[in-house]
Nanobody
């Protein structure tokens, strides 16, 4: 059974940094693409960043490009989201997700690309 557990969220001030972690279990982590999405109150869940199964390709939403960095550590079965220069509009629940198909690439920015989701971690950025 695939499990994804996010951590690292919290309350910070604008301009601060946070690093989110997503620990995966239940299968061979290195074979699957990973993504981060976020959902603000009253809004739809939006794509934030993704990383290919190989780690060679990364993808970002325009709103976070240059400020956020996604990475993966296959030895620790963990994907990270380093968030710098945080803004109040980054406030949301952040979810990690992964695919059901190994070595799969495609439309990383769509929720339908992913089959498994974590429970989410709250990030609040005060102005």
């Amino acid at each position: 059974q695939v499990q994804l557990v996010e951590s690292g969220g919290g309350l910070v001030q604008a301009g601060d940094s946070l690093r989110l972690s997503c620990a995966a279990s239940g299968r061979t982590f290195s074979m699957y693409a990973m993504g981060w999405f976020r959902q603000a109150p009253g809004k739809e869940r939006d794509f934030v960043a993704a990383i290919s199964w190989s780690g060679e390709s990364t993808f970002y939403a325009d709103s976070v490009k240059g400020r956020f960095t996604i990475s993966r550590d296959n030895a620790k079965n963990t994907v990270y989201l380093q968030m710098n220069s945080l803004k109040p509009e980054d406030t949301a629940v952040y979810y990690c997700a992964t695919t059901s198909r190994p070595y799969y690439s495609g439309t990383y920015y769509t929720g339908s690309f992913y089959a498994y989701w974590g429970q989410g971690t709250q990030v609040t950025v005060s102005s």
